[in-house]
T-cell receptor, first 114, second 109 residues
Framework: KAGVTQTPRYLIKTRGQQVTLSCSPI?????VSWYQQTPGQGLQFLFE???????NKGNFPGRFSGRQFSNSRSEMNVSTLELGDSALYLC?????????????FGQGTRLTVV | GDSVTQMEGPVTLSEEAFLTINCTYT??????LFWYVQYPGEGLQLLLK?????DKGSNKGFEATYRKETTSFHLEKGSVQVSDSAVYFC????????FGAGTRLTVKP
């Protein structure tokens, strides 16, 4: 079974631009979550999608948005990039997102904003 | 809100030493608890989990017991190897995943 696939692996963008990151979950998984990982703040939850609906949202500004398609693939968009958005963005999928189920992580997209 | 606090690193040990990484949590409900490991350049991988009080999760020689009375889920391994060098994250799910800050472990030969 293929794992969680994130594309691209690396991105360099200029301040003020926007960026879209993609995540393909494990086949059959309907829940996709996004996290931002930085040395200073650690792993922070961005949002979770389940069956094309945002089910939970972390404490990030509206510049961060996402969506999920009918095949469960998900995209995350960051508009008006700031230097502080430089981070490793991790996507995780799980069958249902219920409390007892583990999350399977992709390798992440490393975004550098210059 | 729910949160996880884990021992600050980095931790440096010699091969075959005993490992403990402390983790405590704050939660209003009854979360599931997890330890994830992140190797360089990789995403997170589940190491072990426990879903209710007194459950013990174990994998690859690592163990952690869900202690409701002390709200803890400490990670232990009796004899670490160089290949265990990684960053370890304690996490809870209720149902959102909340992660600790991570503890970097380096094992020297």
């Amino acid at each position: 079974k293929a794992g969680v696939t994130q594309t691209p692996r690396y991105l360099i963008k200029t301040r003020g631009q926007q960026v879209t990151l993609s995540c393909s979950p494990i086949s059959g998984h309907r829940s996709v979550s996004w996290y931002q990982q930085t040395p200073g703040q650690g792993l922070q939850f961005l949002f979770e999608y389940f069956s094309e609906t945002q089910r939970n949202k972390g404490n990030f500004p509206g510049r961060f948005s996402g969506r999920q398609f009918s095949n469960s693939r998900s995209e995350m968009n960051v508009s008006t990039l700031e230097l502080g958005d430089s981070a490793l963005y991790l996507c995780a999928s799980s069958p249902s997102g219920q409390v007892n189920t583990e999350a399977f992580f992709g390798q992440g997209t490393r975004l550098t904003v210059v | 809100g729910d949160s996880v606090t884990q021992m600050e690193g980095p931790v440096t040990l010699s091969e075959e030493a005993f490992l403990t990484i402390n983790c405590t949590y704050t939660a209003t409900g009854y979360p599931s608890l997890f330890w994830y490991v992140q190797y360089p350049g990789e995403g997170l991988q589940l190491l072990l989990k426990a879903t209710k009080a007194d459950d013990k999760g174990s994998n690859k020689g690592f163990e952690a017991t869900y202690r409701k009375e002390t709200t803890s889920f400490h990670l232990e391994k009796g004899s670490v190897q160089v290949s265990d060098s990684a960053v370890y994250f304690c996490a809870l799910s209720d149902p959102d995943m909340r992660f600790g800050a991570g503890t970097r472990l380096t094992v020297k030969p």
